[in-house]
RNA sequence: GCCCGGAUGGCGGAAUAGGCAGACGCGAAGGUCUCAAACACCUUUGGCCGUGAGGUCGUGCGGGUUCAAGUCCCGCUCCGGGCACCA
């Protein structure tokens, strides 16, 4: 059906029928998958693309944070396809975790079917959304042959040293049940997860060595495309100093050695005492027979004390520090210095234990004054200077060979030369990143594939024996102790190396060990032979978008960059392989009365009720027109309303598209001035779609699109009437357009325009004719005083003379100089001037 | 304390390179169609003054640069985020 009557004047009302979402969506879905639309193989010769959401945890049915999430990606997907790409577009779960296990702590239900059937919900809102994927390549975190792969990774970083077991104070979360990574205890000391305060525990667990790749992540953080928030994130959390190194000896002590990490090596001569971490080795060794009895109850105190009030700057300075009745040796002068204990030196940085030098530093300042130790100035401050730690630039003084250097990096590096000459200390970089806990005292999670022999110690499972699956005849208590350590069967193995009993690890892997390499698995999921396929990583890798929340910007991300760098130096991934996401785009939240929607506050509102009204199109044309995509947006009552105005749009589109346009006139005729005005707009609005999407302005575009369907209704329904052909080419341009916003409506569209034409999805994206987009006649703001005074249609071209001569002969401009005489005329043509009198 | 980001009508937001502030949408008011309603459509809609033409003020606050500032500079306020005895 041509949708313009082809002859003459016509008027099209009740031409066709009504908008109908619900209809045309589940034909349009079904018709995709059926055709395998968004499938592609690994040998597709078009060019590689690869678009990623960072796939959900399956809760349920999607939110509305899913669907503006997984909207963004399915328009990339759309557009990147009809511009010519191969688009990999996976989809995945992110099936492991503790909500699933806590559900059936309450309920009884097993983790298994309970994540199954969240998984299912999940996928049919995916689907409802319209959100085009490759679900051949559908992934599970839970699956058993993920499962192997994670194993297998985990026992060759074992092998490589990369993975490794050690006791140590770790973040213990008691509403979990279980131990944490530092990246997961909040800034306020609690769990990120529940909420809950979290403790100190001194665990045995098992690590990911992080820091080896601390300084390559940092230094990389600039080639990637991303927000630089995140990357500023992510560099805060690597923390990187540079310093030095260097031993006090502790006087009458034999071979005690007090080792200390500064980034002031230049302050040196300045020390006036040393602090030890209360849990510091030497502690014991050193403490003066008289100090004792205090040191052993500051350090009992201090043991007791939760982090967050360890790490509270308050309370009285002298009663978080205690003398040990030890003094120190400074290499540098010999000078004699007190040892002291304060509870703020913290064991897990540097050494645990620093020099103190109180006129450079304020801390050490403010500890000197509440103990009444000395200080000694090494930089001189500037003359009048009333303050008290000096930490800005000055010639050194009371430093013997530093004195007189000015320059803070050289007299750095002059004390490191001096230090390393005489082989007491070295150059030296610290980080503040740890290495990654990944052990979880969790069932819902991927086993641990390892045995500990009383002989033979700790012993792989062997690689014939993985994947290590949990046993499902388990049982769930309150209390959240893993179900693993009562199951018999399960804990009590045989050693592969001495076949004498052994005990299977219980401990589980934390979830975003199977976030950290799910996008290589995508590559090629089919592959048995080894967990990442290098023929197909190197086609598809890095990820060319990415997208997900903010909140990721340091807990996954980094893993993932860890992992991808890991895998490639392993031998597990190509080894060109180093960035995991080329560029990453990180949405805003959806929040209601300014919070985070979840389940819990009850507050989520469901996309199921739009999709059963005003259709998926118009909900994710809202998500797109509401604002900036990376903006947070807090639902309200208005919400709804806006939907609707979404809705309009489309059944404007679909009336227009479909010739039922009220009292429009349709005409064939030799193109006049209105129609070449009309065909301008159009390729105006090709030009201005494509870069808006370019750089993640979907509002705006819209909103573009929205203005020019105003027009052709205007257009349409003027006296003059339109031209079918103009009309036809405007409507068709604006379908392919919003075809990767709102696909359903506008490949329904297509193929009632066009029933022997390729559909909507398989049509290349429209390009704007370089000649039409440019304006031949501009709008030319006059002002005077900087005030706009009048508004003249120039031509384009007009130059500057031309333009000042049209402005000063201008009835208005007249009438506004009142015969004053111009002092200064500002010609910017052909947008404005300006004349100053 | 340090580092980022932000503040524009009644609301969400636009202004991409210093050049028409408020695009687009929502809401509101009035109207057309209808027996009525729904749908749809039309008009108005930053404040103040003015019948009108028009004038004038206006982008968190105070200064500045410029012919011209939401945009640049200096100094603040408030909100959001990150880091924080990290030696």
Redesign the pocket.
Known sequence: MRPWHPSGVSTLLGMADAYDPQHIEAKWQRRWETEGAYRVDNDDPRPPYYVLCMYPYPSGPAHQGHVRNYTFGDLLVRQRTMQGYAVLSPIGFDSFGLPAENAAIKTGVHPRPFTDARIEELKSSLRRLGASYDWRRELHSHDPLYMRWNQVIFQKFLDAGLAYRRNAPVNWCPGCQTVLAN?QV??DGTCERSGDLVTKRDLEQWFFKITTYADEMLEALDSLDWP??VK??QR??I?R?E?AQFALAVEGVDGAEIE?????PDTAFGVTFV?L?PEHPLVEVITAPERREDVEAFVERVRGESDID??????P?DK?GVFTGAYAVNPFNGGRVPVYL????????????????PAE?Q??W?FAKAHGLAYLRTVAPPPGWEGEAYTGEGPRINSEWLDGITDTAVAKQRAIDWLVSNRVGERKV?Y?LRDWLLSRQRYWGCPIPVLYCPTDGIVKVPEDELPVLLPDDVEFRPGGDSPLRHHPSFMEATCPVCGGPAQRETDTMDTFVDSSWYFLRFCDPWDEGEPVNADAALRWMAVDQYIGG??H??LHLLYARFYTRALADRGLAPGGIREPFARLFTQGMITMD?SKMSKSKGNLVSPEKYFDTVGADSLRLFHL????PG????W?D?TD??I??????L??LW?IATGSV?EATIVERPPTGGDVEIDRQVHRLIA?VV??YE?W?Y??A???C??M??NL??YA?SAEGASGATLDFAVDSMLTLLAPMVPHITAELWERRHPEAAPLHAQRWPEADPEKVKVER??M?V?V?????E?LSVANGVTEAEAVELSLGSE?VVE?LAGRTPS?V?A?PP??V?I?V
């Open positions: 990246e909040l800034p630089e928030r500023v994130m805060n959390w923390g100093s310093g200390v990490f500064t980034t002031r602090v971490a360890r790490q509270s700057n308050e309370g300075l978080r304060a509870d703020y030196v913290l064991m897990t940085y540097g050494t645990g234990a620093i020099m103190a030098v530093d801390r050490d403010d610290n503040r903010i909140e910007a340091i300014g027109f509401v604002g900036p903006d947070d947006f807090d309200s208005q309303h806006m609707e105005g979404c809705h309009r749009f059944g404007r009336r009220e201005k870069s808006d750089r302005s509002n705006t819209v909103a573009a929205m203005e369907l105003n209704y205007r329904q501009t709008t703001v002002q005083n900087g005030k706009v005074r508004r208005r506004v200064k500002i910017r947008k404005l300006n100053v």
